[in-house]
């Protein structure tokens, strides 16, 4: 799990490997959004903070329950890697197949710009 920060002169966005997640953001010296504070609680078990979710978010049962956010084995859970370029992160993830019964190869690709005072 590794944390990368993009920042400008109002927003500082930390992001997180772990689930190509946004951790922090702070904009203008305030802090938006709900995340733990010691970043080690950020991979607690049934804890989705700003995480991606997937493959699938309750649309399927399995054992008599709705998988929620992916289940266990959910984009959340999965260490992506990735580039950092400038004011830009890319978050990359394959999967083979078979995460949460469902097969097939799977690409994602997360992209987190800071333009301005916006982040993308």
């Given at each position: ?7 400008n ?41 700003n ?70």
């Amino acid at each position: 799990m590794k944390f990368i920060e993009l920042s400008n002169d109002k927003i500082t966005v930390t992001l997180c490997s772990l689930g190509a997640a946004i951790y922090r953001l702070i904009y203008d010296n305030n802090d938006m959004m709900l995340s733990p504070i010691n970043e080690q609680d950020f991979d607690k078990e049934g804890v989705f903070y700003n995480k991606t979710i997937g493959r699938v978010t309750g649309r399927i049962k399995k054992d008599n329950k709705i998988i929620l956010h992916g289940g266990p084995h959910g984009l959340c859970h999965q260490e992506f890697n990735y580039v950092k370029k400038d004011n830009k992160v890319i978050f990359t993830y394959v999967s083979l197949g078979d995460e949460s019964s469902n097969e097939g190869t799977l690409r994602i690709k997360v992209t987190y710009t800071l333009i301005d005072n916006e982040l993308i």
